[in-house]
């Protein structure tokens, strides 16, 4: 547990407690009574109550639209349910600013909808409610229809042997069954929705503003630290409450039901009733998700002269895009993999001790070292950026000019996925197995790399995939530590759509293509590696 916690310590708990501190303490001491004061802010309440019911209504949207097509996936074969399933997954392993991008293209000013029916919906609460849907439609649907896959049919049908309608029979049997996926489902959309970032920075405009958002407003555009310091922990608590509440789902849903293999319960689409169905579902991903993919690509290649490569072209150039980078665009393709490939090398290192350790000790000591690895889910990645300048720039810890900076920064995000990924698994190894390797004289670390290591190779393979699709697009650390000639593909794509030109727009849509089809092949290797049974996590 030692180095991951000196790991967290540093460049998590650290530089946010440096945020706070500069936020709320003054020579006099603690300034708590600036709770007060911002919170009563008339803006700042605006901020608070859009984020909140945004956040609920864009939940309740992606439940309505994704149930279906959880079932769908659920219980029934058809011809791509593969392909189709790495379809709806995409989004999900996308970075908030490809998908803001995808959907300015779709329907901002010159977008699609602007050009054939007329309207456009950016700067408008609709834009980011469609787009969180987008990004979230994955997590219902494999989450929900993960575990449905594996409630035994007989009950149901037992329930109508018995007398009950099929309706009856649903309500009475299966919806018992599924409330927990759907209330885990439902927390894990609300907060991916709650502290959003890239989407509603890039599509809500002036006009709407999250607590992310609003953070990095007060913090980078306005340096007003007491009012960031206190939404970051107005947002800390919020997000730590849902993750205890997301937690206690989890719990009860392992311990509640009894599950059988997905491979019994699917069948062929049968009547007209459940071939609508999925052609309905199939419908809805055409529309949600492959449209605004589509519409993002087309966009990269047309250019004022036709269709063409001049958008990919003007890359190389560094004077394209009007002085926004130092260097030409194209590098900052290089810049991320390097970046990612160092980030998801140190989110296995930590997350893997970090993991191993959770596996072999218990106690409350051992529950609160595993919340802790959750916290940088609960705190604004904003904060911990603007933490990373104020804090790492005195020796010994001087990294304001070294390039590991930003791989620290994304790395914090990948360890929780790494550890989620391969706890359940190491957790499953047999103790006695290296307690045999021990008695034949196997030392500790020769025991892991004969025991362990082969039976949690193909979950170390996808939690690194995980952390380097994560570390990838992150956004809200990386903009703030980002060198101006070493960008990173998520703040290229930022940088480009702030700035005014065709060019600058279309230089946005190439990368952010470019970003979209490496994010792609990263989840399609994961689906290869990925277990043929579920047990309805996401």
């Given at each position: 547990m030692v180095l991951p916690l000196v790991f967290f310590g540093l460049f998590f708990a650290y530089p946010v407690a440096a945020i706070v501190g500069r936020g709320l303490r003054t020579d006099e001491g603690w300034q708590f009574g600036r709770f007060a004061e911002v919170l009563t802010r008339p803006d700042i309440a605006d901020v608070l109550w859009f984020t909140t019911w945004q956040a609920f209504a864009s939940t309740l949207l992606t439940l309505v639209i994704a149930l279906p097509g959880a079932y769908v996936f659920a219980r029934f074969e058809f011809p791509g349910k593969q392909l189709l399933r790495a379809v709806v997954t995409v989004p999900f392993v996308l970075p908030t600013?490809?998908?803001?991008?995808?959907?300015?293209?779709?329907?901002?000013?010159?977008?699609?909808?602007?050009?054939?029916?007329?309207?456009?919906?950016?700067?408008?609460?609709?834009?980011?409610?469609?787009?969180?849907?987008?990004?979230?439609?994955?997590?219902?649907?494999?989450?929900?229809?993960?575990?449905?896959?594996?409630l035994d049919p007989r009950q149901e049908e037992a329930a109508r042997v018995l007398g009950a309608g099929r309706f009856t029979a649903w309500r009475r049997v299966t919806l018992p069954a599924l409330v927990p996926a759907v209330a885990a489902a439902s927390l894990m959309v609300f907060l991916f929705t709650f502290s959003s970032f890239g989407v509603v920075l890039i599509l809500g405009g002036p006009a709407y503003s999250t607590l992310e958002v609003e953070v990095y407003r007060q913090t980078a555009q306005l340096l007003d630290l007491p009012t960031a310091a206190v939404l970051t922990m107005v947002q800390f608590a919020a997000i730590g409450g849902i993750l205890v509440v997301h937690a206690w789902t989890v719990r009860r849903r392992e311990t509640a039901l009894r599950l059988v293999d997905p491979g019994r319960t699917t069948h062929p689409p049968r009547g007209w009733a459940q071939r609508a169905l999925l052609g309905g579902v199939l419908l809805t991903v055409a529309l949600l998700i492959v449209l605004p993919l589509g519409v993002l690509v087309e966009r990269s290649f047309d250019t004022p002269g036709g269709y063409g490569l001049?958008?990919?072209?003007?890359?190389?150039?560094?004077?394209?895009?009007?002085?926004?980078?130092?260097?030409?665009?194209?590098?900052?393709?290089?810049?991320?993999?390097?970046?990612?490939?160092?980030?998801?090398?140190?989110?296995?290192?930590?997350?893997?001790?970090?993991?191993?350790?959770?596996?072999?000790?218990?106690?409350?000591?051992?529950?609160?070292?595993?919340?802790?690895?959750?916290?940088?889910?609960?705190?604004?990645?904003?904060?911990?950026g603007f933490g990373f300048l104020i804090t790492l720039d005195k020796p010994p810890l001087d990294l304001r000019t070294s390039w590991i900076l930003v791989p620290l920064a994304q790395a914090l995000v990948g360890v929780p996925f790494v550890v989620r990924t391969m706890l359940p698994v190491l957790r499953a190894v047999d103790g006695r197995l290296r307690e045999a390797a021990a008695v034949l004289g196997a030392s500790p670390l020769r025991a892991w790399r004969e025991v362990d290591l082969p039976l949690v190779r193909r979950a170390l393979l996808i939690a690194a995939g995980f952390a380097f699709a994560v570390s990838l697009g992150e956004f809200g650390a990386t903009v703030f530590i980002a060198r101006a000639d070493r960008p990173t593909l998520p703040v290229a794509v930022a940088r480009l759509l702030g700035?005014?030109?065709?060019?600058?727009?279309?230089?946005?849509?190439?990368?952010?293509?470019?970003?979209?089809?490496?994010?792609?092949?990263?989840?399609?290797?994961?689906?290869r590696l990925r277990p043929d049974k579920t047990s309805g996590e996401f």
């Open positions: 600013v490809v998908v803001g991008t995808a959907f300015l293209a779709l329907l901002g000013r010159g977008g699609l909808t602007d050009e054939l029916l007329g309207f456009r919906l950016d700067t408008t609460v609709w834009a980011i409610l469609l787009a969180h849907v987008f990004f979230n439609y994955a997590v219902v649907v494999r989450t929900v229809g993960g575990l449905w896959a594996q001049g958008f990919y072209r003007a890359l190389q150039d560094a004077g394209a895009g009007g002085g926004t980078f130092l260097v030409a665009p194209l590098e900052a393709i290089w810049n991320s993999l390097q970046y990612a490939l160092a980030a998801t090398a140190i989110a296995l290192f930590v997350g893997g001790l970090a993991a191993a350790a959770l596996t072999r000790r218990g106690g409350r000591f051992v529950r609160g070292f595993d919340a802790l690895l959750m916290l940088p889910l609960g705190v604004s990645a904003v904060t911990v700035r005014a030109g065709e060019l600058n727009y279309g230089q946005a849509m190439a990368l952010s293509t470019i970003l979209m089809l490496v994010c792609a092949a990263s989840l399609l290797v994961l689906e």
